[in-house]
């Protein structure tokens, strides 16, 4: 599974690298440029549009060109409609190697993302071993030590969770491999509560009622796992969070008495200034929006946010309404094919039965914390995001007699790879100006930092304004 492997090998070095933001924007482009390169070197393009959402989608796709070119800064806008359509190309790739080697393929391909976890999740561990010696108080930051903001962490876990919390479904208890799933697991709910990702946990809470309502009985033990991992998180908290420093002698996080207090303090924290502006600017720009990624411009003066914070904000904003009534019926369409393939499987195939589970609660947990954060925007969850849908849809093909196989014309093929290789050149020519300054960390111009303010706000760069 070579693409699939790629991937996971880019969340991998994101987890280490010590640039933040600007340098995980760069190997994510990075990734989708080579994984571009790969398929039009080998000559074998995946059928884009030819799925029952695939007139919606490729509608979606032509909407957000129309808004580029009459927008502010059309390189800026193409940047963002051509990240999003080789994140999609890359979710297909996934697909197509999952439908061809079965279940057991996207088994495997998550257990190499939650072994990328896993290795990630020991920063933390030497961190917090190094500070008990030292007595050294933790630092909420210790828990997304490569990460420009702790939020994109959580955005990261909203992703991966479910699908961590499916290995300790699946794997048998003779398994080496099972005792570090269920830590794993354990840990992700941990550093959840240790830095307040109220988003992650909404997301989580709506993916577990999805399950709870659509799979019914078939959900009691994807459910009954989620639980024990929260008991176990909870368990971590309290002993290696609070009585540990205790006993240490030096002060604990206490961060659910903070987020308690932050979210009576003001629920939206913040968030109702950028979703006024995103509603100016949908009746501003109804049909085709104020251009892909720019909010960042037209909410620059506000120096809150360069995004809504709201997945549907941000493309009825930014893309239109027609293109975000496009992007819902492709989402129905999933939704749809989802619960149809787990109605049609046999009640004991408790395997398939739990990857669906899992499979839903993924979903609502992406789109529920992606109506309160910037899950669809940061590198890291983008990258997560694809792995998940490219397991979505190779697990859908791969349990549905009714998925045809069928190979595009050569028409078809041609159209697909003129738009594969325009959108790798797109991002190309997007980040080449300021790829070597961000890459090595240089001062941000005087232009940059007026607008950023003294402070960053994230879309494309770290320093997000333009």
């Not at 963002?80 to 979710?91: G, N």
């Amino acid at each position: 599974m070579p693409f699939g492997t790629l991937l996971c090998l880019a969340l991998l070095s994101n987890f280490f690298t010590t640039g933040g933001h600007d340098r995980q924007r760069l190997a994510g482009i990075a990734v989708l440029v080579v994984a571009a390169l790969a398929v039009l070197a080998a000559r074998q393009i995946p059928p884009l549009f030819q799925s029952p959402a695939g007139k919606p989608l490729a509608l979606f796709f032509f909407l957000g060109i129309l808004g580029s070119i009459r927008a502010f800064s059309p390189v800026y806008a193409l940047f963002e409609v051509s990240i999003f359509f080789l994140l999609y190309l890359v979710a297909l790739l996934i697909a197509g190697e999952i439908a061809r080697g079965g279940v057991m393929s996207m088994l495997a391909l998550v257990q190499v993302m939650a072994l990328a976890c896993a290795l990630y999740s020991l920063q933390f561990w030497v961190a917090y071993g190094a500070g008990y010696v030292l007595h050294i108080p933790l630092d909420i930051g210790d828990f997304a030590l490569p990460f420009g903001n702790i939020r994109f962490f959580n955005h990261l876990q909203t992703a991966t969770l479910p699908l961590l919390i499916l290995l300790c479904c699946v794997t048998p208890r003779a398994s080496r491999l099972r005792p570090m799933w269920w830590c794993l697991s354990a840990y992700w709910w941990m550093a959840i509560l240790a830095t307040s990702g109220r988003g992650t946990l909404a997301g989580m809470a709506a993916g577990c009622i999805c399950v709870a309502a659509l799979r019914r009985r078939h959900a009691f033990p994807y459910l009954k796992t989620v639980a024990l991992t929260v008991a176990f998180g909870l368990l971590g908290y309290v002993l290696f969070l609070v009585v540990i420093p205790t006993l240490a002698g030096v002060p604990t996080l206490d961060a659910i008495h903070y987020a308690v207090d932050r979210t009576a303090a003001d629920p939206a924290s913040g968030r109702g200034i950028l979703w006024h502006r995103a509603l100016d600017l949908i009746l501003q720009h109804p049909l085709l929006g104020a251009g892909p990624m720019h909010f960042a411009h037209n909410a620059s003066d506000l120096h809150i946010g360069a995004h809504p914070h709201d997945w549907i904000m941000q493309i009825a904003s930014e893309w239109g309404i027609p293109a975000f009534l496009c992007l819902s019926a492709c989402l129905a369409h999933a939704g749809r094919a989802l619960l149809r393939v787990g109605a049609g499987l046999v009640p004991a195939d408790r395997l398939n039965q739990a990857i669906c589970n899992a499979l839903v609660a993924g979903g609502g947990a992406i789109l529920v914390d992606g109506l309160v954060s910037g899950l669809f925007v940061m590198p890291q969850s983008q990258l997560a995001i694809a792995l998940y849908l490219g397991c979505a849809i190779g697990w859908c093909r791969a349990n549905s007699v009714a998925h045809i196989r069928a190979g595009a014309t050569s028409l078809q093929r041609a159209c697909a790879g003129m738009l594969i290789a325009a959108a790798a050149a797109c991002l190309v020519i997007a980040v080449w100006p300021d790829a070597v300054a961000r890459y090595q960390g240089d001062p941000l111009k005087r232009a940059q930092e007026a607008l950023n303010a003294g402070t960053n706000w994230p879309r494309l760069w770290y320093a997000g304004f333009f």
